[in-house]
C-alpha cells in the first residue's frame, strides 16, 4: 500500500512536467519572434530552460521571489541572444513584465479563492488550477498572436531601441514596486490587504502594457523596414535616372560622331595637331565616354554604389573602388544598402576634414563570406560610437553601433581600426544562414 502511494506521488509530480513543457515551448516560439537568438543549440535550450523555470516560479505579491529570479532571467536572455544591447534589454524587460504578473496573479488570488477549503483539498485543487492556468495562458497568446509575429525579429535603429528600452522601464517599475515593496504582508493585516488591492490593480495593468510594448515593436520596425526600403528606391530611381542620361549623352555622341571627326581631320589638315588633341580631349572628358555605371553584377550594390560614387566626386573626393558582388546574395537589400551606404557616408564625412581625400572599397564574396572593407583618412579624436557628427543624424550615417548590429545579426563581425590618420573598418558576414528554429 505506501508502495502504491509513493508511486501515485511520483506520477502526480512528473504529471506537472507537462503543462510546464507546453507554457515553455510556447513562450520560447514567442521570444524568438521578438528576439535575435544566438545560433548554437545550447543557448537555444538554455532558454528553453529558463522559461520553463520562470513560468512555474511560484510568485506572490508581496514576496521575494521576484528578486532571486530577476538577475538569472536577464543574464541568460543577454546571454542566448545578440544584436543591440540596449534592444536586447528592452526586450527582456518586456517579457519579464509578461511573465511575471501571470505568475503573480495566479498564485495569490487564485491561493486566496481556496482559502477557505480544508488544507488538502485547498492544496490540491490550487496546484492544480495554478499549474494548468499557465499553459492555458500562454498557449491562448502565442496561438492568437502568431499571425502578428514577424518573419525575423524586429529590427530597429539604435535610437528606437533606446525610446524603447525607456518605455520598457514603466511597467518593469511598476513590477517591482508592487510585489516588493509589500514585503512582509502577512505581519500586518492592514498591509495585506493594501498589497492585494495594489496588485489586483497594477499586475493586469502592467501584463497589458507589455503587450501593448510588443505591438509597438512590430509598429516601429515595420516603419523602420518601410523607411528604409524607401531610401533604397530612391537610390534606385536616381541610378536608373542616371543610365538613362548617360544613353541618352551616347546616342548625342554617336548622332554627332561624324561631325567631330569632321573636325578633327580639318584640324590635323591645317596643322594644327594641338588643337585637335585638346578637341579630343573634351570629347574623350564626356560623362558618356567615362565607363558605365556598372561596378558590380547585384542590383541593389550597385544602385548605392554608383550614387555614392557620384558623391564622393562632386564634393572632391577621389574613389578607389573595387567590388565583385554575385547578382543573388542572401543579405537582405536594406541591410546591405544600410552597410554600404553608411561606411561610405562615414568615409565621405570624415575625409573631407583632411587633406588625403581619397576613399578606398574593396568588397567581394569569397569562400563563403561576404568581406567590406572601407579606408579613410582622418583627423582629430573619433566621436563617441562612432556616431555621425552632423546635426540632421536621420540623414546621414549612423555611425558603427547600427552597422555592427547588422553584421552579428547575420552571424558575422564588424572590426575597426583607427591609427596613424587612417581609419579602417572591415565587416565579415557568412553567406550561408544557419536555420532558425521558430
Not at 143 to 161: A, K, N, V
Amino acid at each position: 500500500m505506501m508502495l502504491m502511494v509513493y508511486l501515485w506521488e511520483i506520477v502526480r509530480d512528473w504529471f506537472w512536467v507537462f503543462p510546464l513543457m507546453i507554457s515553455s515551448v510556447c513562450l520560447y516560439k514567442t521570444v524568438s519572434a521578438f528576439l535575435n537568438l544566438k545560433s548554437r543549440r545550447r543557448w537555444r535550450i538554455m532558454l528553453l530552460l529558463l522559461l520553463g523555470g520562470t513560468t512555474g516560479m511560484v510568485i506572490w505579491v508581496g514576496d521575494n521571489n521576484l528578486l532571486f529570479t530577476l538577475p538569472v532571467f536577464f543574464a541568460v536572455f543577454l546571454a542566448c541572444s545578440r544584436g543591440s544591447l540596449a534592444g536586447r534589454i528592452a526586450v527582456t524587460a518586456i517579457f519579464f513584465c509578461l511573465i511575471m504578473p501571470v505568475n503573480a496573479l495566479l498564485d495569490t488570488y487564485i491561493g486566496e479563492l481556496f482559502q477557505a477549503a480544508s488544507d488538502t483539498s485547498y492544496k490540491f485543487l490550487y496546484e492544480a488550477l495554478v499549474r494548468l492556468l499557465r499553459p492555458v495562458v500562454w498557449g491562448t497568446l502565442y496561438f492568437l498572436g502568431r499571425e502578428l509575429f514577424p518573419e525575423h525579429p524586429p529590427r530597429l535603429s539604435p535610437t528606437l531601441w533606446k525610446l524603447l528600452l525607456i518605455l520598457s522601464m514603466m511597467p518593469f517599475c511598476s513590477l517591482l514596486a508592487v510585489i516588493l515593496l509589500t514585503y512582509n504582508k502577512f505581519d500586518f493585516p492592514a498591509l495585506y490587504d493594501l498589497a492585494l488591492r495594489m496588485g489586483l490593480a497594477v499586475l493586469p495593468f502592467v501584463f497589458l502594457t507589455a503587450l501593448a510594448l510588443l505591438y509597438a515593436l512590430l509598429v516601429l520596425a515595420e516603419h523602420e523596414r518601410l523607411k528604409q526600403a524607401d531610401k533604397l528606391a530612391s537610390l534606385r530611381e536616381s541610378y536608373y535616372q542616371g543610365l538613362q542620361r548617360e544613353e541618352q549623352q551616347v546616342r548625342t555622341i554617336r548622332h554627332d560622331l561624324r561631325n567631330h571627326l569632321t573636325a578633327i581631320q580639318g584640324l590635323l589638315e591645317r596643322g594644327e595637331s594641338e588643337q585637335a588633341l585638346q578637341y579630343l580631349d573634351r570629347l574623350s572628358g564626356s560623362p558618356a565616354l567615362q565607363g558605365g555605371r556598372r561596378l558590380c553584377e547585384n542590383d541593389a550594390a550597385n544602385a548605392v554604389l554608383s550614387a555614392k560614387l557620384e558623391s564622393l566626386r562632386q564634393v572632391g573626393l577621389e574613389a578607389d573602388f573595387a567590388v565583385s558582388l554575385p547578382k543573388e546574395l542572401p543579405l537582405d537589400a536594406v541591410d546591405l544598402c544600410a552597410l554600404l551606404g553608411n561606411a561610405l557616408d562615414n568615409a565621405q564625412e570624415a575625409a573631407l576634414q583632411t587633406c588625403d581625400h581619397r576613399v578606398l572599397l574593396r568588397c567581394r564574396t569569397e569562400k563563403g563570406l561576404f568581406m567590406l572593407r572601407v579606408v579613410n583618412a582622418f583627423q582629430g579624436p573619433l566621436p563617441p560610437d562612432l556616431v555621425t557628427s552632423k546635426e540632421d543624424k536621420s540623414a546621414h550615417g549612423f555611425g558603427v553601433p547600427g552597422m555592427r548590429e547588422i553584421a552579428e545579426r547575420y552571424g558575422g563581425a564588424l572590426d575597426i581600426r583607427a591609427s596613424g590618420g587612417r581609419f579602417e573598418l572591415i565587416a565579415s558576414l557568412p553567406l550561408s544562414q544557419p536555420s532558425v528554429c521558430k
